[in-house]
């Protein structure tokens, strides 16, 4: 994760000493109670290595609301904000654009095959009416409102996954789907909703997707602030429009949406089932009774044929009577068979 709060050298400094001070009086930091306390909230385990990246993430969190480490520690339970700007300095919002490319292409073809469906079912409708254009029309507006072709990317962090789903979708000319990404950090999600990021990420962009794509320009702050929510940090967007050279096309946001989730919870972020769940590199960072639930919930909210896209090597222990592995080389899929 880049942390912003690094442009801010005098602030860093001082959350530095602080951190170090923190490793030096164990006492005064009980990294065991840190950890108990992430997992405890968003199921989350931070390992030991991961040390010194949890007492930077407190301690600069107590820092920037002129706390010290206890009164942290007593406002969390009470403070709603503090507790989402720890959460947010806490996880690793790192992610990159097509960072599975055989995923995204089984997702892409998975869309065109219903699609593809869609429009026999209309030809077959069609062939025995004698439609006029209200009725066209009204056919049409039916399989827009119930046929979407639903995906929902989950642990999404700044978007990349999402918004290179979208990219490959709209290359093959596809409009009747709708993508979700979730993500517990609102500070990831803040930045996937204005959806402008560096030249780096560019790079990783296959050619045939570019042209979703456009450098940004002078009004680029106000188009995102147009898209962020109505609490957001005017700041931030602010400063991470400066460190952007480029956006997503405002068109793909038609089909494209954020929302905060915990993937503990029991509560979907959607009632809709999806036709396609792709979750990650995110099982990981969780124990392996509570990868079994997450697992579990994702598969009530995938329809009836519809596939769980798992990051290959990830939750090989899953075995699920209602859920079949698919037979593929490069990519770790499931197919729910029954209810």
């Known amino acids: 994760m880049n942390n912003h709060m690094q442009q801010d050298s005098p602030f860093i ?12 009086q164990d006492a005064a930091f ?31 969190t107590a820092l920037s609301y002129g706390l010290t480490i206890l009164q942290l520690w007593q406002q969390l339970p009470i ?51 004698n439609s006029n254009v209200a009725s066209n029309a009204n056919n049409s507006d039916h399989i827009g409102a119930n046929e979407l072709f639903r995906i929902w990317s989950v642990g999404c962090a700044s978007g990349q996954e999402t918004w290179s789903l979208a990219m490959s979708l709209a290359a093959k000319q596809l409009t009747h789907y709708t993508i979700l990404g979730t993500d517990v950090s609102e500070q990831a999600l803040k930045k996937a909703r204005v959806g402008q990021y560096d030249n780096r990420q560019q790079a990783l962009i296959p050619p045939h997707c570019q042209q979703f794509i456009q450098p940004l320009r002078p009004a680029s702050v106000i188009e995102a602030l147009r898209f962020a929510p109505v609490a957001t940090n005017t700041k931030q967007i602010i400063r991470n429009s400066v460190n952007a050279h480029w956006q997503v096309m405002p068109t793909l946001k038609q089909q494209v949406r954020f929302t905060l989730h915990n993937i503990i919870n029991q509560e979907p972020p959607t009632p809709h089932l999806q036709q396609v769940i792709v979750c990650q590199n ?22 009836l044929g519809g596939y769980i896209i798992l990051a290959p090597g990830e939750a090989l222990f899953w075995r699920p009577s209602n859920m079949r592995r698919i037979a593929h080389p490069q990519i770790n899929a499931w197919q729910k068979i029954s209810a």
């Open 282 to 303: 995110m099982l990981l960072y969780f124990r392996k009774f509570d990868q079994r639930d997450i697992l579990a919930r994702l598969s009530e909210q995938c329809a």
């Open 79 to 129: 403070n709603h904000e503090l507790r989402q700007q720890l959460l947010d300095k806490v996880l690793i919002h790192e992610s990159r654009f097509f960072r599975h490319q055989p995923s995204i292409e089984f997702v892409t073809e998975c869309a065109l095959q219903h699609q593809r469906r869609q429009l026999a079912n209309d030809s077959n409708v069609n062939s025995n009416v």
């Open 13 to 24: 400094y001082k959350a530095d000493a602080l951190a170090a001070e923190a490793l030096r």
């Open 30 to 60: 009980d990294t065991e109670q840190w950890q108990r306390y992430i997992e405890q909230e968003i199921g989350f385990i931070l390992p030991n290595v991961q040390r010194k990246w949890l007492v930077n993430a407190v301690t600069q």
